[in-house]
């Protein structure tokens, strides 16, 4: 009788299955379409050739150079000086540990026109530093080192994060046995730690260039807007809704197109390092 | 029991769908408008997307609106008149549209928000050189514009006073008083174009550009002590005329109506002028 009623069960319980699978997938699907039916639209309305007539033109071009330029600027900043920041985060405690991590998380979660005031009233002619600044001759607003700088303020913060999560996941033992072997702090740091923490810090910094590549709101306030010196591809596109919709189409599907493929490479690579260790 | 709950979620999930593409005529009574604001012309709530210039003035001209028909309310866009503009053509519901000049009106009229005979003028501006209050710049006249080194700061030539300027350079390069290279190094001075007046002058009010150009109306009460101004003669300045007009597909005709007779009306000129703006002829 056991053996009669087992397949059956079987049966059952594999319909069960498949009704519980297909009732997810539709829960699931509604907010999966209002995620891609956006991006997906936007390569419908443009058209290969407003795409190829647009693509071309200097101002576009001029936009995606600066862009490319300034993040990867932004990016190199966030991961050289980001490092020690999130190094020393994760291997000392502290009173007030809590309160630091917090401020760096601030930049993140900040409306990035918060972010660009915040830069004004301490960088600008008149700012908290910018006065003495000023005094020395040196004017950021409205410059291209103000466009880096507003990036690197919103994305700095998501290097850090993935840096410091990176290195907390090492385990203490490799570093210390390296050193008790008589090895020098930097030694243990660059042949031990930083390779451990490798895959953390490169999608860090990853995650820190899509950012920075898409800053809008603090540059625009920080840095003004000026074609081929400050605009980058985000205003540009926000110009070019008003001025000329072409234009505006053609940058956001190639931010599109970057953004995908980047973040593609980094899911690809950090699941090929997972899948390894 | 759990397959039943499955079957209820997955209905709710469908009729929600289906909600979304039939704008379902039968909808619960507290979502329904009250009919009573159909037919009382001055009541219930009318949206007015005005040029970022009229800020002060139509905020003073909306509370004066309603507090003379009761059960009214105003709210406000405002923004530069292209973005405006541009959020007609994108079918941004509204009711009245207030543009700083007549290109962005005939964009909206070109995109079938407002009908070719609608729009009236009801106001006009001129422009005003503007400078931080402890004049960094040191820009004493017109001409010191176009001294090498200067942060000017203008409007994106597709908002109005950002054309009208442009304007304003190439008259000034025609006249005798100022030198044939005046509008290009004046040009190159520049360091950013803003996307609307306001923040022209903000930039100037805080001291980040030595100069800027502005609308008369711009320098209210508020920043009058923060900035320093520079008067273009009338030869070479540019007078912006504003026009109105009811949005054709406006939700509350006879309240817009209501509204643009106000804005045209004596108290309602009288504001405009307490403002900075000069009264239309």
Same mark, same amino acid.
């Given at each position: 009788m056991?053996l009669q009623?087992?397949?059956i069960?079987?049966?059952v319980l594999?319909?069960?299955?498949?009704w519980?699978r297909?009732?997810l997938?539709?829960?699931?699907?509604p907010l999966?379409?209002?995620l *891609?039916?956006?991006?997906?639209?936007?390569?419908?309305? *443009?058209?290969?050739?407003?795409?190829?007539?647009?693509?071309?033109?200097p101002?576009?071009?001029?936009a995606?150079?600066?862009?490319?330029?300034?993040?990867?600027i932004a990016?190199?900043?966030a991961v050289?000086?980001?490092?020690?920041?999130?190094?020393?985060?994760a291997?000392?405690d502290?009173?007030g540990?809590v309160?630091?991590?917090?401020?760096?998380?601030?930049p993140?979660?900040?409306?990035?026109?918060?972010?660009?005031?915040?830069?004004?009233m301490?960088f600008g002619?008149?700012g908290?530093?910018?006065?003495?600044?000023s005094?020395?001759?040196?004017e950021?607003?409205?410059t291209? *080192?103000?466009v880096?700088?507003a990036?690197l303020?919103?994305?700095?913060p998501?290097f850090?994060?993935?840096?410091m999560?990176?290195?907390?996941?090492?385990?203490r033992?490799?570093?210390e046995?390296?050193?008790?072997?008589?090895?020098?702090?930097?030694t243990?740091f660059?042949?031990?730690?930083?390779?451990?923490?490798?895959?953390?810090?490169?999608?860090?910094?990853i995650?820190t260039?899509?950012?920075?590549?898409?800053e809008?709101?603090?540059?625009?306030?920080?840095?003004g807007n000026?074609?081929?010196?400050?605009?980058t591809?985000?205003?540009?596109?926000y110009?070019?809704?008003?001025?000329?919709?072409g234009?505006a189409?053609?940058?956001?599907i190639l931010l599109?197109?970057?953004s995908?493929?980047?973040?593609?490479?980094?899911?690809g690579?950090m699941?090929?390092?997972?899948?390894?260790? | 029991?759990?397959?039943?709950?499955?079957v209820?979620?997955?209905?709710?999930?469908?009729v929600?769908?289906?909600?979304?593409?039939?704008?379902s005529?039968q909808?619960?009574?507290?979502?329904?408008?009250?009919?009573?604001?159909?037919?009382q012309?001055?009541?219930g709530?009318?949206?007015?997307?005005?040029a970022?210039?009229?800020t002060?003035?139509f905020?003073?001209?909306g509370?004066?609106?309603e507090a003379?028909?009761?059960?009214?309310?105003?709210?406000?866009?405002?923004?530069g008149?292209q973005q405006?503009?541009?959020?007609?053509?994108?079918?941004?519901?509204?009711?009245?549209?207030?543009?700083a000049n007549?290109?962005?009106?005939?964009?909206?009229?070109?995109?079938?928000r407002?009908?070719?005979?609608a729009p009236?003028?009801f106001?006009?501006?001129q422009?005003?050189?503007?400078?931080?209050?402890?004049?960094?710049?040191?820009?004493?006249?017109?001409?010191?514009?176009a001294?090498p080194?200067?942060?000017?700061?203008?409007a994106?030539?597709?908002v109005?006073?950002?054309?009208y300027?442009?304007e304003?350079?190439?008259?000034?390069?025609?006249?005798t008083d100022?030198?044939?290279?005046?509008?290009?190094a004046?040009l190159?001075?520049?360091?950013s174009?803003?996307?609307?007046v306001k923040?022209?002058?903000?930039?100037v009010?805080?001291?980040?550009?030595d100069?800027?150009?502005?609308?008369?109306?711009d320098?209210?009460?508020?920043?009058?002590?923060q900035?320093q101004?520079?008067?273009?003669p009338?030869d070479?300045n540019?007078?912006?005329?504003?026009?109105i007009a009811?949005?054709?597909?406006?939700?509350?005709?006879a309240?817009?109506?209501?509204?643009i007779g106000?804005?045209?009306?004596?108290?309602?000129?009288r504001?405009l002028?307490?403002?900075?703006f000069?009264p239309?002829e």
């Open positions: 056991t009623t087992r397949p069960g079987r049966v594999s319909q069960r299955r498949d519980h297909i009732g997938a539709l829960l699931a699907l999966l379409v209002f *891609t039916l956006p991006l997906f639209s936007l390569l419908i309305r *443009t058209g290969l050739s407003t795409l190829l007539a647009n693509a071309l033109q101002q576009v071009l001029e995606v150079m600066l862009s490319l330029t300034t993040s990867l990016t190199l900043l050289l000086f980001g490092t020690p920041l999130a190094y020393f985060l291997r000392h502290f009173r540990r309160i630091v991590e917090t401020l760096i998380d601030l993140m979660v900040l409306p990035p026109a918060v972010a660009g005031v915040a830069l004004l301490a002619r008149r908290v530093v910018g006065e003495y600044l005094d020395l001759g040196l950021l607003a409205f291209q *080192t103000a880096v700088l990036q303020f919103v994305a700095a998501f850090v994060k993935s840096a999560a990176g290195f907390t996941r090492i385990e033992d490799a570093e046995a390296a050193q008790i072997d008589g090895a020098k702090h930097w243990v660059w042949h031990i730690t930083l390779p451990l923490a490798w895959p953390a810090l490169f999608g860090g910094a995650m260039w899509a950012r920075a590549l898409g809008f709101g603090a540059t625009i306030i920080f840095a000026f074609p081929g010196r400050t605009q591809m985000p205003l540009a596109i110009i070019g809704f008003e001025l000329e919709l234009t189409l053609t940058l956001s599109l197109v970057v995908f493929g980047v973040l593609a490479v980094v899911k690579l699941r090929q390092r997972i899948g390894s260790m | 029991m759990q397959g039943w709950l499955r209820v979620i997955v209905a709710v999930f469908m929600v769908l289906s909600g979304c593409t039939s704008q005529a909808g619960p009574a507290g979502a329904s408008p009250p009919s009573t604001a159909g037919e012309p001055a009541s709530e009318l949206t007015v997307f005005a970022a210039s009229l002060e003035a905020t003073q001209i509370a004066d609106f003379a028909n009761p059960g009214t309310k105003v709210v406000f866009n405002f923004a008149s405006l503009a541009q959020q007609l053509a994108q079918g941004a519901p509204a009711d009245v549209f207030a543009s007549e290109q962005q009106m005939d964009v909206a009229v070109e995109d079938g407002v009908t070719a005979d009236q003028d106001g006009q501006n422009l005003v050189v503007v400078v931080p209050a402890d004049n960094p710049g040191d820009v004493e006249t017109l001409a010191d514009l001294k080194g200067l942060k000017v700061v203008l994106s030539a597709d109005p006073v950002g054309g300027s442009l304003y350079l190439d008259k000034a390069n025609a006249h100022f030198s044939s290279t005046y509008r290009d004046v190159e001075n520049v360091v174009y803003e996307q609307t923040a022209v002058l903000t930039k009010v805080l001291g980040e550009a100069a800027g150009i502005v609308y008369t109306s320098i209210t009460a508020n920043v009058v002590n900035v101004q520079i008067a273009i009338d070479l540019t007078i912006a005329v504003y026009p009811q949005v054709s597909d406006s939700t509350q005709p309240l817009a109506e209501a509204f106000y804005v045209l009306s004596a108290e309602g000129q504001t002028a307490d403002f900075g000069l239309i």
